[in-house]
T-cell receptor
Framework: AQTVTQSQPEMSVQEAETVTLSCTYD???????LFWYKQPPSRQMILVIR??????QNATENRFSVNFQKAAKSFSLKISDSQLGDAAMYFC???????????FGAGTRLTVKP | GAVVSQHPSWVICKSGTSVKIECRSL??????MFWYRQFPKQSLMLMAT?????????EQGVEKDKFLINHASLTLSTLTVTSAHPEDSSFYIC???????????FGPGTRLTVT
């Protein structure tokens, strides 16, 4: 079974600084997707970034980038120039390539200090 | 981007009654929809996968007779919590798979409180 582990229940960052959220996963598959979702207090899930396992290049979306280490099964999220609006729960998620259901990690609560 | 709606956003019901939650894909067709449950300060746990026109597939430990799922059209899936109990109180989130299955969009969630 696929499992997703987020070892940091809470993280804190100063506004304008950079923070990295960790995620590891366990799978025997070679093709899959990895995601980072943001869940603000409204609880609406918002896709932050997505990575296809077959791509070696790390995905980037503006201030958000990932460090995807396939051999190590690691998928960390870096948030640069942190903003107050980045404060939220962040969930790492895994989805097999030929399967549709998504598995989530336990989440990391990010606090941004002004 | 694609939008998924849920109705109601918050429902309070009495123990023993049933409540229906609707999940709609507003601007795309979704052959597959998913239902998740999220307890306070916890992660999303997949309850079931709903495919249009067929029976839902439930995750281990989820009572299919208690959580009835109907995916009657390409834009609507419903979750009915039957004979609700206070322990069913939770946040229920649906998501819908668009097109060829590359993008999954989430609804805003429904808060269920059973008194």
């Amino acid at each position: 079974a696929q499992t997703v582990t987020q070892s940091q229940p809470e993280m804190s960052v100063q506004e304008a600084e950079t923070v990295t959220l960790s995620c590891t996963y366990d799978t025997s598959e070679s093709d899959y997707y990895l995601f980072w979702y943001k869940q603000p207090p409204s609880r609406q899930m918002i896709l932050v970034i997505r990575q296809e396992a077959y791509k070696q290049q790390n995905a980037t979306e503006n201030r958000f980038s990932v460090n995807f280490q396939k051999a190590a099964k690691s998928f960390s999220l870096k948030i640069s120039d942190s903003q107050l609006g980045d404060a939220a729960m962040y969930f790492c998620a895994y989805r097999r390539y030929n399967n549709n259901d998504m598995r989530f990690g336990a989440g990391t609560r990010l606090t941004v200090k002004p | 981007g694609a939008v998924v709606s849920q109705h109601p956003s918050w429902v309070i019901c009495k123990s023993g009654t049933s409540v229906k939650i609707e999940c709609r894909s507003l601007d795309f067709q979704a052959t597959t929809m998913f239902w998740y449950r999220q307890f306070p300060k916890q992660s999303l746990m997949l309850m079931a996968t709903s495919n249009e026109g067929s029976k839902a597939t439930y995750e281990q430990g989820v009572e299919k007779d208690k959580f009835l799922i109907n995916h009657a059209s390409l834009t609507l899936s419903t979750l009915t919590v039957t004979s609700a109990h206070p322990e069913d109180s939770s946040f229920y989130i649906c998501s819908a798979l668009e097109g060829f299955g590359n993008e999954q969009y989430f609804g805003p969630g429904t808060r269920l409180t059973v008194t």
